[in-house]
């Protein structure tokens, strides 16, 4: 396929009934097949499936193709950014004067319009509508705005096919003919940069990613670099403008705060470890499959698995034992080892009550996995990290004793470390981005398999730095000076 192709992915091709020239109209599903979705390479994919909810199939239509190197629209970021009023007030503020002059003359105290394509029916209107997709680049929007003296933005949602009113149809067609015709750029955010930095933690998480003692050692690097230094909570999520960086060291996850407060940091053009597209990456577990297969980098033979597969023959060619995932996993919870295909059937179907998508992959039996810590495209650190007493993971939530719950580890500074371990943890933290991450690679005799990438790393003081010592908040804490510094250059 030409670099200028373009896909329209819609629940079923008959849902879409406007003739466009140049686009290739697939069905979800088939776009998600490992066999059909990755043959078009270098794609537009324009999402109009029914329904971009979390794990939906709209949302791994836009998950995927990121995975596949094609550009989305809507992105996962912008599926997020619909479920958060605080980032749509954020936006909403940097076209104010825009949305005053457009709504001046409208009575009553609140206003909705539609934007197809990129475009409004009212023409007083189109140049909101237009701001109003570079916020928020998605076919087919409805903005929702309220007045309290001033008209604000109060939420902008996606619409779906169904929704579109049939009176106005032939407008509408055109608007969508033009739209598959030009060319579609994104809108930099704003940055600010004022030198103050805020750790973002749970005081109640029962396993956070780091322990107390790991937290003051880091605040007192950052201090050592410049920086003054607060710890925040979600309820602090309100005053993050006031930060010129965001460390977040509570655990992760796409339907959570911490994403939220992440993507809504980024607005507002902070410095963020970890940034929203880690968090949307590093989550997704089919996500990273994909990537890694791409890049052709070494990892556990794997399958994703829908109801189809369910209702049907399981693929002939599996064995066993093997392990069943959720996409959004994390520390080991929402994965299943199954040894046959009967526990197999049961597992998969509990699991696709969650997700329209599971990840299978053979299980490979090994004593311990590496964790190689990177940022910034470089190793930081490496440890060993036992499996669980017992047990076939590195933790085992339901030893009922906790000093069985995780293995022992050892920390090793990179140079020790095995080179080929180092130079496929790096390559793999690549496929991610440039922030800070810790990739699991599994060694079975003398071949290694990338396991996982994760965004939010632990740092425990006497694991993690035993190694580097204070070195190791240093860098961290330079990485973020540096970041900043070259926004502002």
Request: hydrophobic residues 40%; charged residues 25%; glycine residues 4%.
């Amino acid at each position: 396929m030409q670099p200028n192709t373009s896909l329209l992915v819609v629940d079923e091709p008959g849902d879409w009934k406007i003739p466009v020239e140049s686009v290739t109209i697939l069905s979800a599903r088939d776009y998600l097949s490992p066999e059909k979705g990755p043959a078009h390479r270098c794609a537009r994919v324009f999402n109009l499936c029914h329904s971009y909810a979390y794990q939906s199939l709209g949302y791994y239509v836009s998950l995927l193709s990121e995975a596949r190197g094609q550009h989305a629209i809507p992105s996962v970021a912008t599926l997020r950014d619909f479920r958060s009023v605080a980032i749509a007030r954020t936006f909403g503020a940097e076209i104010g004067e825009v949305i005053q002059s457009a709504l001046k003359r409208e009575p009553g105290e609140e206003f909705s319009m539609s934007i197809y394509f990129g475009q409004t029916l009212d023409k007083a209107q189109a140049r909101l509508a237009a701001e109003l997709y570079k916020l928020f680049p998605a076919p087919l929007l409805k903005a929702e705005f309220v007045r309290q003296e001033r008209w604000f933005l109060s939420s902008v949602v996606p619409l779906s096919l169904d929704q579109l009113p049939d009176r106005d149809f032939e407008q509408v067609a055109e608007f969508a003919r033009r739209y598959f015709g030009r060319r579609h750029r994104h809108r930099p955010p704003k940055q600010r940069f004022p030198y103050d930095l805020a750790i973002l933690v749970n005081p109640e998480e029962a396993h956070p990613p780091s322990n107390a003692k790991a937290l003051r050692l880091f605040e007192e690097a950052a201090r050592e670099v410049g920086f003054f230094v607060e710890t925040i909570t979600a309820a602090d999520a309100s005053r993050i403008s006031e930060y010129d960086a965001l460390f977040i060291r509570e655990t992760t996850a796409v339907d959570h705060p911490t994403y939220q407060i992440s993507r809504l940091a980024y607005a507002e053009g902070l410095v963020v470890i970890d940034d929203p597209w880690s968090i949307l990456r590093c989550a997704n577990k089919i996500y990273l499959a994909e990537s890694l297969a791409k890049a052709r980098l070494p990892a556990p033979k794997a399958v994703v698995l829908t109801r189809e597969d369910l209702d049907g023959e399981l693929p002939e060619h599996l064995s066993y034992p093997q392990v069943l995932k959720l996409p959004d996993a994390a520390f080991s919870l929402g994965v299943r080892r199954v040894e046959n295909a009967r526990e197999f059937r049961a597992e998969l179907e509990r699991m696709l009550e969650v997700s329209e998508l599971i990840l299978a992959q053979e299980f490979l039996p090994s004593q311990f996995d590496w964790r190689v810590g990177v940022l910034d495209h470089q190793p930081l650190f490496a440890c060993k990290y036992y499996m669980a007493e017992g047990h076939w993971q590195i933790y085992h939530w339901e030893a009922k004793d906790p000093r069985h719950r995780s293995g022992k580890s050892e920390t090793f500074h990179v140079e020790f470390a095995p080179p080929a371990v180092i130079d496929l943890a790096v390559r793999a933290a690549k496929l991610i981005g440039d922030g800070f991450y810790g990739v699991d690679i599994k060694q079975v005799g003398d071949r290694l398999f990338v396991i996982e990438v994760n965004d939010n790393p632990s740092i425990d003081a006497g694991v993690e730095d035993a190694a580097l010592g204070m070195e190791l908040y240093r860098r961290l804490a330079r990485s973020f000076r540096r970041r900043i510094e070259l926004a502002r250059s």
